[in-house]
């Protein structure tokens, strides 16, 4: 009997569990995500809102995806399950079985308590589709927005990061000169200095030896 793998949410893991779909149909196996349709790519986020990506490229279309490889795709979102019957609910009623059911759905941000009066504005992050509402709402306002994505810091990122030594000790030691907080301070405010008709959208900075595509580290020769 064929055995049904069912998906819930295109979150990071399951679009490559569904780029390697093949490897379930192959076996016999029936795979299925379930999923509003339109996955935000949250590392592309900052650049959308900040104008330097459209909208469009910050998306993946979850159904044209499942179809190019080989999943069958179920828009919605689930509302409930149950282990008892290993069945899954959608909140437009339709239920499937499943006999395995991995979860991959995210978070939420919780809404905030704050102040009603007009004092404080918040924009919530996400889901993602929201930024390009506020990239919208921005425009014509003054209110720019400059995305800044410094290399190799100095902090102290890898003392909790990496439980291994080794590890530690080889993530830590490039050889290089890593940029400092002050550096990336630096580039804050020559972003602010920018004449007001000027728009930094995005600025990169690098240690000078930090090489291709800033995957690699290369210390100056002496
Ligand atoms: C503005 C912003 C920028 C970020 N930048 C970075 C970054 O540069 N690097 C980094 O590592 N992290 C970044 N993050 C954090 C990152 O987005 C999250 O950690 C990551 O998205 C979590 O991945 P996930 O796969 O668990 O879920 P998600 O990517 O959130 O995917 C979950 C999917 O499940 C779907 N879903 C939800 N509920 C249901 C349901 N009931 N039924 C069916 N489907 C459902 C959703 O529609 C969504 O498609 C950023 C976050 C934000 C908000």
Redesign the pocket.
């Known amino acids: 009997m064929n055995r049904t793998v069912v998906l ?8 490559h569990v569904v780029s390697n779909a093949r490897a379930f149909t192959t076996r016999g196996v029936r795979l299925v995500l ?13 650049g959308m ?1 900040s104008g330097q990506y459209e909208p469009a490229d910050d998306q993946i279309d ?1 159904a044209d995806l499942a179809l190019r490889f080989g999943a069958e795709f179920i828009p ?4 409930s399950i149950s282990r008892e019957h290993k069945r899954v609910v ?2 437009s009623g339709q239920d499937l079985t499943y006999d395995l059911l991995s979860l ?6 919780p809404p905030l308590d704050l102040p009603n009066d007009g004092t404080v504005r918040t924009f919530q ?4 589709s929201q ?1 390009a509402d506020l990239r919208q709402e921005l425009m014509g306002t003054g209110v720019l927005v400059s995305e800044i994505n410094p290399g190799r810091v100095t902090t102290e990122f890898y003392e909790v990061a990496l439980d291994d030594l080794e590890s530690r000790s080889r993530a830590q030691n490039t050889g290089i000169t890593e940029l400092s907080p002050d550096d990336v301070a630096a580039s804050i405010i020559h972003v602010l200095d920018a004449p007001r008709h000027v728009s930094i959208n995005q600025l990169e900075i690098v240690p000078a030896e930090q090489t291709y595509g800033g995957y690699q580290f290369t210390p100056f020769e002496d």
């Open positions: 819930v949410g295109a979150g990071h893991a399951h679009l379930v999923d509003p349709g339109i996955f935000w790519y949250s590392g592309m986020a900052t809102l979850v919605g979102k689930v509302s959608l909140e991959n759905v995210g978070s939420r941000v992050v996400k889901p993602i930024m």
